[in-house]
């Protein structure tokens, strides 16, 4: 998963500037993340998993006699980047011996999995059916043949490469046994790779353990993929910005209040480079192994779990405006904003007041 190279001008330029940037001062729109943490309470921690850097702070946790706030949740944060790199030595489609990496270097043979990635491929595969294959686990021999993340070599793949392997791109060939937790790909040159959801799904993860430990109010943001756990500690929503596409990080197509939800972006601006004024971005249109081509500039999708927001951001993307706004309409508790290359907002019937 998480396409290539590790690039220190993308991480600073994440941290300063995620795709959506939680606004926890109730003050203005233009806040940044560090502005909220002059005066609350809060322990926060950074870190590079996921090829993207990812933060988590602690607001409010129920109290223990013996422990500060500090150790306590300095301890809980420890917590949160073990889980962290556990997933990503697991999910990972580039680390040697990753669950996934053992599937895509199985030769066909039965690859025995944890109970998480199992679990995270079947969501796929619910999701590339439910999406009619615009979400598509299985493209990992397309994605590996571009490069959006590291500035070296950013050059348009052969067209014959891509024709070869988009042959091999059907999610139907990944065969999932639960009873014994395995995987069988029925086609050698058929590749997984779950860097479209598997932020989400992790953050789901990180969420549970929060929880369990008693964390009232707290910000988890994966590069951008949002999950708040409760609300701020004087029990008011969060304020998340989402990004005004190709604008910079403090300029705000719409703030969206929202406690306890996952707020998740695709969009062209994450990830693209730039050859004879055309942008190729980290979309793939799974029909063609190129760039998505349509109206759209992104998607941010409103969910109660964020491995759904995620899943469905990417397909909504690749389904384009009106099929992926039919697509949310037919979703129970999901919300969407699609923003238009006019820079025009459109929300899902259900979206909360845009402020
Ligand atoms: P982000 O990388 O910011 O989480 P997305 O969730 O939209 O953004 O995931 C995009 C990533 O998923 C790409 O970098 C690529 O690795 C992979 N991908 C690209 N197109 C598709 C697709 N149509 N279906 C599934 N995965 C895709
Ligand atoms: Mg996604």
């Not at 109970?115 to 979400?135: H, M, P, Q, R, V």
């Amino acid at each position: 998963m998480y396409s290539n190279s590790f690039n220190i001008k993308k991480i600073t330029c994440l941290i300063a500037a995620s795709i959506i940037l939680v606004l926890t001062s109730c003050k203005d729109t233009s806040s940044t993340l560090s502005d909220v943490l002059v005066g609350d309470e809060v322990a926060s921690r950074t870190g590079f998993y996921f090829d993207t850097v990812i933060s988590i702070s602690i607001f409010s946790l129920e109290k223990d006699g013996n422990y500060s706030f500090k150790e306590r949740a300095d301890k809980i944060l420890d917590g949160c980047m073990q889980i962290s790199d556990r997933y990503d030595k697991l999910l990972s489609a580039e680390k040697e011996n990753s669950d996934i990496w053992n599937i895509n270097n199985s030769n066909q043979k039965e690859t025995v999995v944890s109970k998480d990635t199992f679990e995270l491929i079947e969501t796929s595969i619910k999701y590339a059916n439910l999406s009619n294959g615009a979400f598509n686990p299985s493209l990992g021999s397309i994605i590996s043949l571009w490069n959006f993340t590291s500035n070296d070599n950013q050059i348009i793949p052969d067209k014959k490469d891509i024709e070869k392997n988009i042959k091999h791109t059907d999610f139907c060939n990944v065969i999932v046994n639960k009873d014994k937790s395995s995987i069988i790909i029925s086609d050698n040159d058929t590749k997984i790779n779950l860097g479209a959801i598997a932020k989400g799904f992790i953050a789901d993860k990180i969420k549970d353990y929060l929880c369990k430990e008693k964390v009232k109010s707290a910000i988890i943001n994966l590069g951008g993929n949002v999950l708040l756990v409760g609300s701020k500690p004087n029990g008011s929503d969060f304020k998340v910005g989402i990004e005004k596409p190709f604008e910079g990080s403090s300029t705000y197509a719409c703030v969206v209040n929202a406690s306890d939800k996952s707020i998740v972006t695709s969009g062209v601006y994450e990830r693209y480079f730039e050859k004879d004024d055309k942008i190729y971005h980290h979309i793939l249109d799974p029909k063609t192994g190129y760039p998505v081509e349509n109206s759209l500039y992104s998607v941010s999708i409103i969910s109660d779990k964020s491995v759904d927001g995620d899943a469905l951001s990417t397909a909504c993307f690749v389904l384009g405006l009106d099929k992926g706004m039919e697509l949310i309409e037919k979703t129970k508790g999901v919300e969407a904003v699609f923003i238009t290359n006019d820079y025009k907002l459109h929300t899902s019937s259900g979206f909360p007041k845009i402020k």
